[in-house]
């Protein structure tokens, strides 16, 4: 009887200080409790309803200012790393702020966002393992690249401008470093010294069968095909991503060009 007793009032001194240890925020307060306004995410973007679906029931606890708080959510420590990961997820995209990115920036968070979820990065696996309707489907997945490969900026048919290096690059960096890097293989193959080689040839990248198969010689023309279209250029490879523009591809087809080989 008396054991009994000593636990019970043992479980409800523990359960008070985790309640109150809970008022504290070791990593930064993220308003998980205080009754701010829940702000919805892009609000007056034009996204489609499957893409709006996957990000609010997926994404927005942690990627926006409209957070549903389980119940164990008000227990320190499991409070603390929630906040933790809300409030770095909210810093590096806020969904809640959709409408103040620029285009641009709206166009490199869809490729990050289609890489991330692609490779089973986000959304994060604590989080997928209590909520189990996060798991990311296929047809999550193809909505999200098309819409991804929607630019929100217009296009016309030829670029307006010669191609320029410095240029590319930056379209390098906000639409292609989601899945690749120059030196490293990512979600896909390193990249420089691309121009000029032959496609599928990075000896560690495991390919598509059907890349390696094309034996593609990547130069001006081969590049531009397979950056408007690689669906239409090589059926059935692995990259679900084109760019629209045709500036863009010009600026970036001269940037890596202008990398050169891959220096021994
Ligand atoms: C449990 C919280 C959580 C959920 C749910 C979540 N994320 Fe994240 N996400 C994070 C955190 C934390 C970071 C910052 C990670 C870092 O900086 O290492 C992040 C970063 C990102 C980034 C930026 C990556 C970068 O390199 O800048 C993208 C894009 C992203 N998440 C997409 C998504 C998408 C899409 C979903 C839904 C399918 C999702 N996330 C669901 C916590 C989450
Ligand atoms: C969503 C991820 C993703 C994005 C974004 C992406 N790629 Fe890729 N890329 C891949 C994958 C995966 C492959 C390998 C395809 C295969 O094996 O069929 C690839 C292959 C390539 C290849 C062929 C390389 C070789 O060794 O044969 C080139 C060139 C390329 N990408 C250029 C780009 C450029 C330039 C961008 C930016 C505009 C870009 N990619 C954006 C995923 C991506």
């Not at 523990?14 to 240890?21: F, K, V």
């Not at 926006?64 to 590096?92: C, F, N, V």
């Not at 390919?207 to 023309?221: E, F, R, V």
Request: hydrophobic letters at 35%.
């Amino acid at each position: 009887m008396m054991r009994i007793r000593s636990l019970l009032a043992g479980g409800a001194m523990l359960l008070t200080a985790s309640l109150l240890l809970a008022r504290t925020h070791p990593f930064g307060n993220a308003e998980l409790y205080q009754p701010t306004r829940p702000v919805p995410i892009m609000q007056s973007t034009n996204v489609p309803q499957s893409v709006r679906d996957t990000l609010q029931t997926k994404c927005a606890d942690c990627h926006s200012m409209q957070t549903r708080m389980p119940a164990y959510g008000k227990l320190a420590p499991m409070s603390w790393l929630m906040e933790r990961d809300i409030l770095h997820a909210r810093t590096a995209m806020n969904l809640s702020q959709w409408d103040s990115y620029s285009l641009d920036d709206q166009d490199a968070f869809k490729a990050k966002m289609l890489s991330e979820v692609k490779s089973g990065k986000m959304p994060l696996p604590q989080y997928r393992v209590i909520h189990w309707r996060s798991i990311i489907t296929a047809s999550d997945v193809e909505a999200l690249a098309s819409w991804a490969n929607q630019n929100s900026s217009v296009s016309s048919a030829q670029p307006d401008l010669p191609a320029d290096t410095l240029r590319g690059k930056d379209v390098f960096q906000r639409r292609c470093t989601g899945c690749h890097s120059l030196d490293e293989n990512r979600e896909g193959p390193r990249l420089r010294g691309v121009y000029g080689r032959v496609s599928g040839s990075v000896p560690d990248f495991s390919y598509s069968a059907a890349l390696k198969k094309a034996q593609i010689h990547w130069n001006g023309d081969s590049l531009e095909r397979w950056l408007t279209d690689p669906d239409a250029f090589v059926p059935g490879n692995d990259m679900e991503f084109h760019v629209a523009k045709p500036q863009e591809r010009a600026d970036l087809i001269r940037f890596l060009k202008d990398l050169g080989p891959v220096q021994p």
